[in-house]
Nanobody
Framework: VQLVESGGGLVQPGGSLRLSCAAS????????MSWYRQAPGKERELVAI????????NYADSVKGRFTISRDNTKNTVSLQMKSLTPEDTAVYYC????????WGQGTQVTVSS
């Protein structure tokens, strides 16, 4: 299993970013995929989750209405569109799949600052 995140960076408050995760080594279309984040000094938290076919999605209360998770099962990718970013969104963002155990990517840093 390999998960490779990209798209992080520095953005001003109110700005937008789109994160992507390229997955390989498993049957991507059969698995629920998630995005987590971990801010300095805090525990890793679930941000968004999408079912295997993309028909069901759920979000942490803190990002509802601002973040959108999507997937492309033809390209084995899962994305996180983030808008109206605030400094509280600053964290390392991780792609996740659960296949008996948790698999994680290396993470991508998102920094929201003026």
């Amino acid at each position: 299993v390999q998960l490779v995140e990209s798209g992080g960076g520095l953005v001003q408050p109110g700005g937008s970013l789109r994160l992507s995760c390229a997955a390989s080594g498993f049957t991507f279309s059969s698995y629920t995929m998630s995005w987590y984040r971990q801010a300095p000094g805090k525990e890793r938290e679930l941000v968004a989750i999408i079912s295997s076919a993309g028909g069901w999605r759920n979000y942490a209360d803190s990002v509802k209405g601002r973040f959108t998770i999507s997937r492309d099962n033809t390209k084995n990718t899962v994305s996180l569109q983030m808008k109206s970013l605030t400094p509280e969104d600053t964290a390392v963002y991780y792609c996740n799949v659960k296949r008996g155990v948790d698999y994680w990517g290396q993470g991508t840093q998102v920094t929201v600052s003026s």
